[in-house]
């Protein structure tokens, strides 16, 4: 089974920071990435994907894939107190396109 | 915004008992997959469905599960008979033709009791 691997956190940033989140990947193979966010108690809910290697911005939020590294991450800039949550990578794997998801980052933002 | 649907929220099932989770997926959407999260840990492929068959599917799909496409709309997970080990969070998801992003349901709670 390959792997994706995230700290579990908590990582915890003031309010108006940036929050940087990591994840390594074992499939090399892997040609698609995806950031989630989960509430407690809630279903993972998208917030962005990535294809190509560099940067990707949406907003708050910019991904960036390096495959060479196998390392995907997601900076959040002005941090806020509902940005609170826990952040799930998840890669692609396999011609059916199921994802495999890493444990998650827990991300506190304080006020 | 079109989302996928799953009923109900919360389950509470004895040991033994039959349980069918339901989901509705996104209306033009193709892939179909069930996820389950036991509390306090990750996301899990549990099994994935295309052109009204399984395509893929975990270890822990075992035969105790199944999956149907009843009516062309709802997408169902039945457990034959309930372990309490089965208790988790149910998440449908489902992906378009030609893209690879999946859209999550609000998820079932199911407890074995």
């Known amino acids: 089974q390959k792997e994706v691997e995230q700290n579990s956190g908590p990582l915890s940033v003031p309010e108006g920071a940036i929050a940087s989140l990591n994840c390594t990947y074992s499939d090399r193979v892997s040609q698609s990435f995806f950031w989630y966010r989960q509430y407690s108690g809630k279903s993972p809910e998208l917030i962005m994907s990535?294809?190509?290697?560099g940067d990707k911005e949406d907003g708050r939020f910019t991904a960036q894939l390096n495959k060479a590294s196998q390392y995907v991450s997601l900076l959040i800039r002005d941090s806020q107190p509902s940005d609170s949550a826990t952040y799930l990578c998840a890669v692609i794997q396999g011609a059916t396109n199921k994802l495999i998801f890493g444990t998650g980052t827990l991300l506190a933002v304080q006020p | 915004e079109p989302e996928v649907t799953q009923t109900p929220s919360h389950q509470v099932t004895q040991m033994g008992q039959e349980v069918i989770l339901r989901c509705v997926p996104i209306s033009n959407h193709l892939y179909f997959y069930w996820y389950r999260q036991i509390l306090g840990q990750k996301v899990e492929f549990l099994v994935s469905f295309y052109n009204n068959e399984i395509s893929e599917k975990s270890e822990i799909f075992d035969d105790q599960f199944s999956v149907e496409r009843p009516d062309g709309s709802n997408f169902t997970l039945k457990i034959r008979s309930t372990k309490l080990e089965d208790s988790a969070m149910y998440f449908c998801?489902?992906?378009?033709?030609?893209?690879?992003?999946?859209?999550f349901g609000q998820g079932t709670r199911l407890t074995v009791v």
């Open positions: 990535i294809y190509s290697n």
């Open positions: 998801a489902s992906t378009g033709q030609g893209n690879t992003e999946a859209f």
